[in-house]
């Protein structure tokens, strides 16, 4: 669970699909943030959180990892029940060259999303 404020909580799914191209093959996984609403579940957010892409010859080998985490709003957006935390995405991505000796190199990416009054979107 994903706790957003003191009375909301969002049920988190993960989702993994395997992928198979002529050069290749891939799997990913991706979270959807489920919130409770009137007897239903709304999906309020989706990010993907896991992403391999495997080549068979020559050619880049991508690992994408993210870690997802609920952290305090940094501000409001309008509309939104005051206090409503803000998810974060931290993204890193390793790539590496097929065959190759070198060190893959690594990025990492940080994303805010903020509750807009009806799901989770990229913080301004």
């Known amino acids: 669970p994903y706790r957003l404020d003191a009375a909301t909580t ?18 990913a996984t991706t979270l959807h943030l489920l919130r409770p609403s009137g007897g239903a579940l709304t999906e309020v957010f989706r990010a993907t959180v896991e992403d391999h892409d495997h080549q068979r010859g020559p050619g880049d080998e991508l690992d994408v990892l993210a870690t997802v985490a609920v952290e305090p709003a940094r501000r409001a957006a309008k509309g939104a029940p005051a206090g ?29 999303f903020a509750w807009d009054g009806a799901r989770y979107a990229p913080a301004r």
């Open 84 to 112: 409503l935390a803000d998810v974060v995405v931290r993204r890193t991505t390793s790539r590496s060259r097929i065959g190759e000796s070198a060190a893959p190199t690594r990025t990492t990416t940080v994303e805010r």
């Open 10 to 27: 969002a049920i988190g799914a993960r989702v993994t699909c395997g992928r198979t191209f002529p050069a290749g093959e891939g799997v």
